[in-house]
């Protein structure tokens, strides 16, 4: 399995903004999708966004369009969650794996708390 180590969150208010970094083994980004999850208390982990590897285009879920921007960068071997205009309901823990399906990896890392609060 891919490892992917995350950073970057922690707390912000209503309308702030987080940037996110997933590391990941070299040559990584050549091969595989990366996508970020995030799973806050009580609910299923769900998908948040997508890079492709094949052509780089990328995919957002509604609740998060316009307002977060994924980008990667080859030479740093990352991939990058910007998060603006921050709501409370982003709360929850995320995660990035070397997928876009939230069903096609179990080897789940420890994921970095984002919470939104005032």
């Known amino acids: 399995e891919v490892q992917t180590v995350e950073s970057g969150g922690g707390l912000v208010q209503p309308g702030g903004s987080l940037r996110l970094s997933c590391a990941v083994p070299?040559?990584?980004?050549?091969?595989?999708?990366i996508g970020w999850f995030r799973q806050a208390p009580g609910r299923e982990r769900e998908g948040v966004s997508c890079?492709?590897?094949?052509?780089?285009?990328?995919n957002y879920a509604d609740s998060v369009k316009g307002r977060f921007t994924i980008s990667s960068d080859h030479s740093k071997n990352t991939v990058y969650l910007l998060m603006n205009s921050l709501k409370p309901e982003d709360t929850a823990v995320y995660y990035c794996?070397?997928?876009?399906?939230?069903?096609?990896?179990?080897?789940w890392g420890q994921g970095t708390q984002v919470t939104v609060s005032s």
């Open positions: 794996a070397p997928t876009c399906t939230v069903d096609e990896y179990d080897a």
């Open positions: 070299i040559f990584t980004l050549d091969d595989y999708d």
């Open positions: 890079i492709k590897a094949s052509d780089g285009s990328t």
